[in-house]
């Protein structure tokens, strides 16, 4: 304890210091060997495959994993390079890490205090329709929350269906990936996209992309499920009389996500001036945000019935996994992306040359995407573009100019991230989210490969084939 | 208890279903035949099948009860050649048995199996080498975005072992059931003191 102490107040002593040696312009990512990637890559593996080859192990231990390879950057790392690289760390957890978990833990318990009760027949119609609703939801209240508010009423309205599990693929292509492209709300990639200057209505221009997929992908599930429909008992096709009507119950958290909306823009929109936080300039617009969505936050906990979040067995165990991991993928990211903005300069030089033309971009995120976390995907590709076409440009100038001079690059980097989340349960937090619940409902759930080789490989990636010769 | 035979015909399938469809609406006895390739039976078994099936490059196998399989033999003897068919083998059936494992995550459904596999078998079939695990971890209570754990898992499996028709009921039973991977139906065999 009076160990922990000294080093504590040791710490707070020399932090003026390093906070004020901090900011220099000394050009870390030049500096780098490729090697100082391995933590970032490291814990990107382990939230890729702990899951799948030791599930108990990770949900016990995942905090200490994420601690490790977080120190395995940060020590050496601060070690060697002293303030700059304490800057770039401190830049990033102020900048990016605080306000993401608090956007995400406000979508998370916002969505989950609505709740959808009653009962609906599992008709193929139906469930088209829900999956819609779902999709054009998934991009206000983000695609945890979509999947969240609808995967049991779904569940319940099939619950009498022998082929059920090909209607929870499909929600994962549509709600939990899909239906997230049109707003930095939607998923998290494209609200850290905004956190680095992206403007918050720019996603919209992703439109024509999100309906031809989706439209493809929800035609192809109609016309799948209405011939299993046909082979279902006679019973269970039959039309039934009575059944509780449906109802919304926490509606008021819909007022609620309409002012996460609101805070959100307000901080794309208006300027209110710097602050400096440990050496880190911080726009004061988006402290305003951050307080503002911590305040609904604690709104729709306060004011929804315990009732309503129970029946959505609601738990911050969720929003704690994503502080934790997220302190871990944000810390170890640093140094592959400076390594990516130095460019031809950097020690990835070859990522950067090798990745060119939008469709390269578009595969290349959407690859890594579907098997890594999309979210550090998005900004690794974003970083490698900027440092191909803007080296040395300061990074808000840099977006500016991508999305003049080059926007179907930033359109590649956006879809690939989102909608290739959707090519295996490992790609979107959402997906094993879903995964879980339906297996618990009694849905026979693809194995890891049945999912990519029944589902994804014959819908998806003729449909991304398809969106690479339109729109890249 | 009712003595099965399995007879092995060789010659093209499809006319061997045509065959026996025949046969039941000629004969009146009913569809008591079983094709084996319908009812998950694995045939393969079979040397003299095996060598068959390269030599004549088709099969059939059917499964009938004493009071059905002496007409179908004669059927099958008088005029199977107009249609290339011939009897490759007659064995008698002594027992019957398949393997099945299951892993499931809602205590309804582990239920339901447990239920239908294990606790309630028809006359004559036991289930032999069950294991069973259940393993509960309230801590993976409610949803998970990326350390997904159960909180409940059933694990079991086993071999279903008895007479023919007692493990072609559990057999169906177990492929009604979504999670439960059943293994085809091994069949063993005496030599039947029936000939074509």
Known sequence: MAVRRTVLGLLILAWPALAAAAGGDADLGASLAAWSALPFVGILLSIALFPLVAPSFWHHHYTKVAAAWAA???????????????????????????PFVILIATLFTIGGGIHLAGSMRGTPWTNALLLLVGTVLASFVGTTGAAMLLIRPLLRANRDRRARAHTVVFFIFLVANIGGALTPLGDPPLFLGFLHGVPFFWTLVLWKETAALAAFVLAVYLALDLILWRREDRLVRAPRAGGAPLRVLGAHNFVLLAGVLAAVVFSGLVHLGEVTILGVHQQAQNLVRDAVLVGLLALSWCSTPASVRRDNEYSWAPIREVAILFAAIFTTIVAPLAILRAGERGALAWVVSAVREPAHFFWATGVLSSFLDNAPTYLTFLSTALGRLFPGVAEREAIARLIVDHPAVLQAISTGAVFMGANSYI?????????????????????????????????????????TMLFF | MTTWYEIIIIGSAKAARAFLAGFEAGSGSGRVVIDASDAGIDTAHHPDSLIDRLRTGAHAAFLAPAEVAGRLLAGLTDYGRGCDLEVGSVSEVTSARFDFSVEIFSETAAAEVRLALVETPPDGVEVVDYKERVQRDASARGAELYTPAHSYAFHASGRVHGNLPGVLEVHRRARNLAFVKAGEIRLETAPAALRP
Do not use: R, T, W
Not at chain 1, 74 to 96: C, E, K, R, T
Not at chain 1, 438 to 462: C, K, Q
């Open chain 1, 427 to 467: 790609g979107n937090a959402p997906n094993f989210m879903v995964k879980a619940i339906a297996e618990e409902a009694g849905v026979p759930m693809p194995s890891f490969f049945g999912y990519i080789a029944i589902y994804s490989v014959p819908v998806l990636i003729p449909a991304f084939v398809v969106l």
């Open chain 1, 72 to 98: 395995s950057l940060a020590v050496p790392f601060v070690a060697v390079f002293g303030s700059p690289a304490l800057h770039q760390l401190l830049h990033m957890a102020i900048v990016d890490y605080v």
